[in-house]
């Protein structure tokens, strides 16, 4: 078996990538919801920003 591949930077990456994850979620909420296109593009650039971070 081998050993766990872990950075001290792991924590963080998981919180952004959760955050993202969130902003996701809020998306196909808006979209199910009928949320004007630009609220929906601001949310989608939250998306890109927080992975854009995480990488």
């Given amino acids: 078996m081998t050993e766990p591949h872990v950075h001290a930077s792991h924590p963080k990456i998981a919180s952004r990538l959760k955050r993202a994850e969130g902003h996701l979620r809020s998306v196909v909420t808006m979209i199910e919801e009928g949320r004007p296109c ?3 593009a601001q949310q989608l650039q939250a998306v890109e ?3 854009r971070n995480a990488k």
């Fill in 38 to 40: 630009l609220d929906v």
């Fill in 49 to 51: 920003r927080t992975l």
